[in-house]
């Protein structure tokens, strides 16, 4: 007997366009049905700020078919149609997208003098689209948004074949790509400085310190400062921790260590940072970080102060941790259980800020977001790690690509430091103490190898910190050095073909153009070196490389940094 048949079965609630064809073909929408009887989109509870969307005003606008069909694409997306679309992002697709795309439609049937058609969707309106955009007068980045929430909408359109859409040529409908090097103009957040996070740091501790009082009440701002908290030693990301359910908190193979696991809705996964939960443990480093006792015992504080607050909690907000009654009088809400939410948190910090007087290295106010405390844990991490890029990678739970180009950065005093260093070696160089009192090394003369600038200052310990020899004030070059300088030089080169790029950029890329416009332009221009013997020494070190720079005998030069 053959396998049954198993037939799919279709809700006859999910939005419909009802429409027509006329005789070329074209979507016609039936004119009975504009405008919807409902032109107000609910989105409930999300993460983000907005609640509801309403078409209203682009009906009778001469583009009646362009918004019924969007109305109708945005509750095929809400009711699941489409794949799974987070609600806040549909939000996104109405504020950031459909609004400006249908303002644009709408002064475009007043410059045509008629009405638009569903088949007036096409490049020409895409481009006169983009021109709108940039009339708006906003920054390259978010014009970029608008247009990719717009085109989210219109791509589904077209696919189910409510649009005209052209995939490819010069009639394509959406240009290949209308901002180019965008990746370059975007400006993302910065880790806090040593002096900014300290600040930071003290000011949250004291400002949280009523959340450990039995009978000092639970606000949300003091839920939300205690977010911040965890933001900082966890490195997680803002929709997860306001999402942060009861049940967070699980075993952990080791002793006296728990797993904080949270949800991440766009990756549709978890993810995992480990909290040792005895106060006088030492910092971890492994393949999850383990962070300070007191994040734990915090986020069990706040747990045992709101699970009361659980059973009168809305449907959609039951097992959350943030949980608090609201005191704002808006939509009478006064005394409702309620939850965190982007704009809480905001307004608790921008408060902090205030109150603790905290400024930046610009004398600005500091801001603070929890974008800004992710990048500060991932470095951090990378300084604690002694630059392993693998273990911080997965303390951030991204790829090992995503972490070095999106995370990672010199701090000041490493662009202090060779800022400095370029200035010491047009000195050094021409030193007239070169000679006797300094030593060879294998990157020059050393006048102080054992209590250097940099030297470990250990008895019987000698300065193996080559990587920081030309930031050294011990440092100097003699024509004789010259074939080991080069040598180095080719050495740090090679190391392109074994990292990733970006990473070479930022930690290698300064050494050799410190020596070629510092070092070896200074020297001949002031005839300290003759340029035939530069370049004989150059030529030697590419050919033959000075024995200790050689590839074979070192496999990284991260054992002299």
């Known amino acids: 007997m053959g396998k049954r ?5 279709t809700d006859l609630c999910v939005p419909q366009v009802e429409h027509s064809r006329d005789t070329s073909g074209n979507v016609v929408i039936l004119p009975e049905v504009i405008p919807p009887t409902n032109t107000t989109i609910k989105f409930g509870r999300n993460a983000s700020s907005s609640r509801s ?59 045509f003098g008629r009405d638009l058609a569903l088949a007036d969707v096409n490049r020409d309106l895409i481009d006169g689209y983009l021109g709108h955009l940039t009339w708006l007068g906003v920054s390259t980045i978010s014009q970029s948004s608008h247009y990719a929430h717009t085109k989210s909408v219109l791509v589904a359109l077209g696919r189910r074949g409510l649009i005209p859409l052209v995939d490819s ?42 959340i450990w009082t039995d009978d000092e009440p639970v606000t949300g701002e003091l839920l939300a ?29 080791k002793d006296n260590t728990v797993f904080l696991v949270l949800w991440k809705r ?27 006792t007191n994040v734990e015992r915090l986020i069990r504080r706040v747990m045992a102060l709101t699970e009361h607050l659980n059973a009168e909690a809305p449907d959609d907000l039951k097992g959350r941790v943030w949980l608090y009654r609201s005191r704002s009088n808006k939509g009478g809400g006064f005394g409702k259980v309620t939850a965190l939410n982007v704009e809480t948190l ?38 604690l790690t002694n630059g392993d890029l693998a273990t911080t990678a997965v303390a951030l739970g991204n790829t090992l690509r995503v972490a070095d180009q999106n995370y990672l950065a010199p701090d000041e005093d490493a662009c202090r430091n060779w800022q400095f260093m370029g200035e010491v070696m047009v000195q050094e160089l021409l030193t007239s103490t070169i000679g006797a009192t300094y030593k060879d090394t294998p990157m020059g003369r050393c006048a102080d190898p054992v209590n250097g600038q940099y030297a470990p200052k250990r008895e ?100 002299f940094a």
């Open 5 to 9: 048949k198993v037939f799919t079965k």
């Open 53 to 111: 969307f309403d078409f209203a005003r682009w009906y009778s606008a001469g583009i009646d078919p362009i918004t019924y069909a969007c109305q109708r694409q945005i509750e095929r997306f809400l009711a699941g149609q489409e794949g799974a679309v987070a609600v806040s992002t549909v939000a996104a697709y109405c504020v950031n997208g459909m609004r400006n795309f249908l303002d644009c439609c709408m002064l475009r049937a007043t410059a």
């Open 169 to 210: 040529g010069d009639a394509a409908t959406f240009p290949r790509n209308p901002f180019p090097n965008i990746n370059r103009k975007a400006k993302g957040e910065t880790a806090l400085s040593k002096r900014e996070r300290q600040a930071f740091t003290v000011a949250l501790r004291e400002a949280i310190k009523p």
């Open 225 to 253: 400062l205690s977010l911040l908290v965890i933001a900082l030693h966890t490195g997680r990301n803002t929709t997860p921790l306001l999402e942060m359910g009861v049940d967070c908190l699980r075993p952990h193979p």
């Open 266 to 292: 766009r990756g549709y996964n978890t993810s995992k940072v480990a909290l040792r939960t005895e106060s006088d443990a030492e910092r971890l480093l492994e393949s999850t970080p383990s962070v300070r």
């Open 346 to 383: 905001r307004c608790a910090t921008n408060r902090l800020v205030i109150e603790h007087d905290l400024t930046g290295s610009d004398g600005e106010p500091l801001r603070i977001n929890v974008s800004r405390l992710r990048k500060t844990f991932a470095n951090r991490i990378f300084e």
């Open 460 to 559: 019987g310990a000698t300065c193996m910190n080559f990587m920081n020899c030309l930031r050294c004030k011990h440092y100097a070059v003699t024509t004789e050095d010259l074939y080991k300088l080069f040598s180095f030089y080719f050495r740090v080169l090679a190391e392109r073909s074994r990292m990733d790029k970006r990473r070479w950029a930022r930690e290698y890329a300064h050494i050799p153009r410190l020596i070629d416009h510092y070092i070896v332009a200074e020297g001949l221009r002031r005839g300290t070196f003759k340029a035939g013997v530069v370049e004989a020494a150059r030529e030697h070190a590419r050919s033959l490389p000075h024995p200790f720079w050689s590839v074979d005998l070192i496999n990284s030069l991260e054992v």
